[in-house]
């Protein structure tokens, strides 16, 4: 599966968007990006995932590059509980492995 | 309420003490996963099963095995635990079905210190 790459950190004020890159340039036709964040050290929880096409759930937005080569997640009102460490993840043929990395640690700030 | 469920959520003991940290998810999925996370160095997969009987090894596999007689658990078996074994774990589950398609749910995570 391809690997990412993400910035280590970001920071976010409060109550604005915030947009998460993601690079993936060897991602191949049939792997799909995914996001999770990690809390503290709660669990990862599932965010979104997607192909080809933007996708939209009750928590975020992902914007995939038309060439997939990368990805941002959108948080579109960022709160104070959003502050977590964020993972994209592509997930393919291989499927049964999940490649985390080290994601980025974003501080949303009142 | 869909859910994975890891068993103890703290763990202290002893090397060479043999332990077991179970999983059980309720979600009738196919696929079991166990991860390791230590700082610095992200999540990494100790083992993982697509099914019952069905089981094979990840990145560090060392030290740990696993058992699939039932789908719904998934235990983690510490023969004879080592310091380096101290780390946060993780269990996660998945449909098979839709392969890629399918998203991983995660338990919450159980720390084990070995001393």
């Known amino acids: 599966d391809a690997k990412t790459t993400q910035p280590t950190s970001m920071d976010c004020a409060e109550g604005r968007a915030a947009n998460l890159p993601c690079n993936h340039s060897?991602?191949?036709?049939?792997?799909?990006v995914y996001w999770y964040r990690q809390i503290h050290s709660q669990g990862p929880q599932y965010i979104i995932h997607?192909?080809?096409n933007n996708e939209t759930n009750e928590m975020a937005s992902l914007i995939i590059t038309e060439d997939r080569k990368s990805s941002t997640l959108i948080l579109p009102h960022a709160t104070l509980r959003d502050t977590a460490v964020y993972y994209c993840i592509v997930r393919g043929y291989n499927f049964n492995k999940f490649y985390f990395g080290s994601g980025t640690k974003l501080n949303v700030k009142p | 309420e869909a859910q994975v469920t890891q068993n103890p959520r703290y763990l202290i003991t002893v090397t060479g003490k043999k332990l077991t940290v179970t999983c059980s998810q309720n979600?009738?999925?196919?696929?079991m996963s166990w991860y390791r996370q230590d700082p610095g160095l992200g999540l990494r997969q100790i083992y993982y099963s697509m099914n019952v009987e069905v089981t094979d090894k990840g990145d560090v596999p060392e030290g740990y095995k696993v058992s699939r007689k039932e789908k719904r658990n998934f235990p983690l078996i510490l023969e004879s635990p080592s310091p380096n074994q101290t780390s946060l774990y993780f269990c996660?589950?998945?449909?098979?079905?839709?392969?890629?398609?399918?998203?991983?749910?995660f338990g919450s995570g159980t720390q084990l210190s070995v001393l």
């Open positions: 997607g192909l080809k």
């Open positions: 996660a589950s998945s449909f098979v079905v839709g392969s890629a398609n399918e998203k991983l749910f």
């Open positions: 979600m009738n999925h196919e696929y």
């Open positions: 060897t991602i191949s036709g049939n792997e799909y």
